[in-house]
């Protein structure tokens, strides 16, 4: 956004010098990007006198003068037609750097004369392209600054040009009325009144206007123009000239150069048809599509279907809101013109123009945000400086739809500027600054004006304030002493279950993989889901229509794809939630391991071999283990469908299951295109039971310092009995002596039943005996042991081994 010092002080009544302007641009917001000085280049060039001036020797051309300067007389050299006595000139002496032609003068020698310095043109020193002749000044005293001058005669070369840097979300900064509102607020100065006139139209208007139905509630909620005839377009205004050139805009036309004017004043895009071209009634429609358009810029586009344009009879006359048309557009010769004032949908804007590659700053505006409630005034605006500087006749209002409703309100609360910025402001200079940007105040609640799109909460309240009275006053605050102790823990305690789960895993050597939520409805199936409930609506692919019932089909997916590369042995997990319901709450978090292959690579050192159930087992009691699960568990058959029926089971308390392990069936290996076998582990983590007393430090280590006894025993028991239940039979004799329990050989096959038996078997267990307070003497591990027979006896209908 670019404007001068003037531009800004048309509609900011200030005494602030330019750097108390610039400062206070940064501090709020309005990022200063640079600032152009005119009279800085001019600062080395002084006023002159010719005091005589004569034909040169040996040129036609040629003229020396003698040039009375502050310094004394000169001789100068001077091509110039204009170049005569008694006139004030702008002297540039020897060692002056001139822009105009980039060069640095010394004293040099013009056919054979002897020239100290140059007089310029407007050309020379950049201040038009004027270069018929040298500068003549109408009055200036000898010696006399050139920069001081022009400050006091011709200040619009004088102007400083200001280029600040915009964010999104301040449309209303824009347009150099915005920007010296914010000033003002500050305390800079006092906004000017922007009188609004009436214009009282003398006959209806030719071109009526219509919005198409559809894009009423959207694309273009209101659109209004005039007409006014016997206009004369001409050259704009110097001082109109002035200010657009110092912003880089090039003068068109006095009707081009008003719209560019308001544009960058006012934030209001306006455009201007020629009425006579316009066949019928301006239509505002969604495009067809394959229209094609000649627009101002001299290229031509082809419209696509949805993007708006305005029409008449003959076809597209302008693109909405971001160019107009080269049919309609206005010439030295046009009289009557169409003046248009519109609000156009920011997201319609922006989606056309980057479609179309167009970039304007109209569109820059629009895509912005405009203020919607003055597509009015700033007709009415424009209109007035038609008619003042081109003449004409107004016409009445040509008007469809209505300024679309922005009103919302926002409670002010003063102490939350403490607590959001840090700055204690009292409540009425809260109040004082909100009511200086526009907002209205009514009790405790702020409207904000029509022009502020990005006011959207409270938060945003306690942002203008604390920017209009300067972040830079916010003083630091040390924090107060944190208090001593464990502090509280962040995550629930599911979530560091989770984390657990996963570093536990992986430091068992499994690489951990994250997949889709969703599969496909067969590969759910497998895995008892597939259910109408779990199906997805919108899926992205015919193989993602389901939600996952369990983890194990998409690793299973995940190894199959490994194999098909040539990676046979494989050690996968992930850790994620699997869902056996369509409502809210209806999943649970699983953690899932699966090894296919050897347990070591080819090695003929090493011993190699296929992962099988007691792999996954212990694997499964590792990971239950590191997340608290009891000592003592049952493990049962109950396997799922997709578990091998001989070669799996369930581990939990009673009825609580909490984890599965095995051999998966080799019927889902087969369907999901695995070779096998496979077995794997799932851990329902929030199934494990919590401890009873919560606290985020770990238990205390007890050791004993007294030695250890282990005691071996062998049992003759059924052929059906599981080992399982004489280890938790034996740990059940003592629970305070006895430290473990397990097993250490079985004795099955056609030998052991011909020793003990038909369908009899032999147990072997290794039970170790830890005391606490005092070493066991025989008596005691005696009688300890008697107990370990007597479960185990009864739990297993079996007897001691002779």
Known sequence: MKFTLSWLKDHLETTSSL????????????????????????????????????????????????????????????????????????????????PGIDVTLGIGKIRGVE?????????????????????????????????????????????????????????????????????AARGLGTLKPLPIPVIKGGFASPVQVEISADLKTKGCPHFAGRTIRGVKNGPSPDWLQARL??????????????????????????????????????????????????????????????????????GVESLAGIMGGEASGCTPETTDVFVESAYWDPITIAATGRALKINSDARYRFERGVDPAFSLDGLDLATQMILDLCGGEASDLAEDGAAKDTSRAYQLKPARVISLVGMDIPEAEQRRTLQALGFTLNGDMASPPSWRPDILGEADLVEEVARIASLTKLVGTPLPRLVAGVPRPILTPLQVRERLARRTIAALGYNECVTYSFIDQTGASLFGGGADALRVDNPISSEMTHMRPDLLPGLLRAAARNQARGFMDMALFEVGPVFHGGEPGEQHLQATGLLIGATAARDPHGARRMNDVYDAKADVEAVLAALGAPARVQINRKTAAWWHPGRSGVIGLGPNVMASFGEVHPKILAAMDVKGPAVAFTVLVANIPFAKVKTPTK??????????????????????????????????????????????????????????????????????????????????IEAVSAKIIDKVSKATGGALRG
Request: glycine share 8%; proline share 5%.
């Open 245 to 314: 050139k110092a912003i880089g805009l090039r003068p068109i036309s006095t009707l081009v150069d008003i719209t560019n004017y308001f544009t960058f004043g006012l934030n209001r895009p306006l455009h201007v048809f020629d009425a006579g071209k316009v066949q019928g009634k301006l239509r505002i429609h969604a495009a067809v599509g394959g229209e094609e358009f000649l627009a101002l810029d001299g290229k031509t586009y082809s419209l696509r279907a949805g993007q708006m344009a305005i029409s008449d009879d003959q």
């Open 115 to 183: 020239s100290h310095g140059m007089m310029a043109s407007e050309r020379e020193l950049e201040l038009s392209d004027e270069h018929n002749g040298i500068i003549e000044l109408p009055s200036g005293e000898i010696g006399e600054k050139f920069a001081d001058w022009l400050a006091k005669n011709r200040p619009a070369l004088a102007d400083p040009m200001i280029h600040i840097k915009i964010t999104p979300n301040r449309p209303d900064a824009l347009g150099v009325r915005g920007v010296a509102r914010d000033l």
């Open 19 to 98: 750097e108390d302007i610039l400062y206070a641009l940064t501090d709020l917001g309005l990022e200063v990007e640079e600032v152009v000085n005119p009279l800085a280049k001019l600062a080395p060039f002084t006023l002159a006198r010719v005091i005589h001036a004569e034909k040169h020797p040996d040129a036609d051309k040629l003229r020396v003068c003698r040039v009375m300067t502050d310094e004394g007389e000169k001789q100068i050299v001077c091509g110039a037609p204009n170049a005569r006595e008694g006139i004030t000139v702008v002297l540039c002496k020897p060692g002056d750097y001139v």
């Open 699 to 780: 238990p205390a280590l007890v050791l004993s310092d007294l030695q250890a006894v282990e005691r071996d025993f062998a049992f003759v028991v059924d052929a059906g009995v599981e080992a399982l239940t004489a280890v938790n039979a034996a740990a059940g004799a003592d629970k305070a002596l006895i430290a473990e329990v397990r097993i250490f050989d079985q004795f099955i096959g056609a030998k052991a039943e011909a020793q003990m038996g038909a369908g009899k078997k032999s147990i072997a267990l290794t039970v170790r005996l830890q005391p606490t307070d005092k070493t066991l003497t025989d008596a005691d």
